[in-house]
């Protein structure tokens, strides 16, 4: 298993603004996740963040509006730029260990961002 | 591309047994993961099928066909505490995939 912890729990902002969310693991993990969950609705994946490699986004997601940064293997960051009220979100941060030849991955307590 | 679907919502009794079926389309396929989510909680783990069958653990059930496209969970004996949101995600190629969610209520 392993123990995720996200910074800040939530906030509030302004729109044109930009947030970065922290993501920190208490082990070392190759693959690390960005997920967004809209109120009332179920997990999208933004992109996947691999240390040493630029994250690969899904569709309708950019890395200039979502910037992500992975700098070693137990942390990473994401930054929601130029806000704008439908970034009002859960963001979500997930890891999967690889251990046990399952592919399961365990989340973070994610960050509520609401925006003006 | 990825296609899951599941119902919106279900009402259950509590002690009784309740089946939430989740059918797939999905370009790859390392697995099936039913997450277990409490309203304004992170998302936890419920079961994981790779292979055709039934995975049982403890009240929780999970079954797969992947040839169907097409796996349920069964919680037996519900409890109040059981009443959350009930994902279905589908993991492909080193990503996770997620359905809408079950809204589950479970009533005395």
Not at chain 1, 83 to 88: L, Q
Request: net charge negative; hydrophobic share 35%; glycine share 8%.
């Amino acid at each position: 298993s392993a123990v995720i912890s996200q910074k800040p729990s939530r906030d509030i902002c302004q729109r044109g603004t930009s947030l970065t969310i922290q993501c920190q693991v208490d082990s070392q993990v190759t693959m690390m996740f960005w997920y967004r969950q809209q109120p009332g609705q179920s997990l999208t994946l933004i992109a996947t963040a691999n240390q040493g490699s630029e994250a690969t986004y899904e569709s309708g997601f950019v890395i200039d509006k979502f910037p992500i940064s992975r700098p070693n293997l137990t942390f990473s960051t994401l930054t929601v730029s130029n806000m704008s009220p439908e970034d009002s979100s859960i963001y979500l941060c997930s890891v999967e260990p690889g251990t046990s030849g399952s592919w399961e991955q365990f989340f973070g307590p994610g960050t509520r961002l609401t925006v003006l | 591309g990825q296609n899951i679907d599941q119902p919106t919502e279900m009402t259950a009794t509590e002690g009784a047994i309740v089946q939430i079926n989740c059918t797939y389309q999905t370009s790859g396929f390392n697995g099936l993961f039913w997450y277990q989510q409490h309203a304004g909680e992170a998302p936890t783990f419920l079961s994981y099928n790779v292979l055709d069958g039934l995975e049982e653990k403890g009240r929780f059930s999970s079954f797969l066909s992947r040839s169907k496209g097409y796996s349920y969970l069964l919680l037996k004996e519900l409890q109040m505490k059981d009443s959350a949101s009930y994902l279905c995600a589908v993991s492909g190629a080193n990503n996770l995939f997620f359905g809408t969610g079950t809204r589950l209520t479970v009533i005395p």
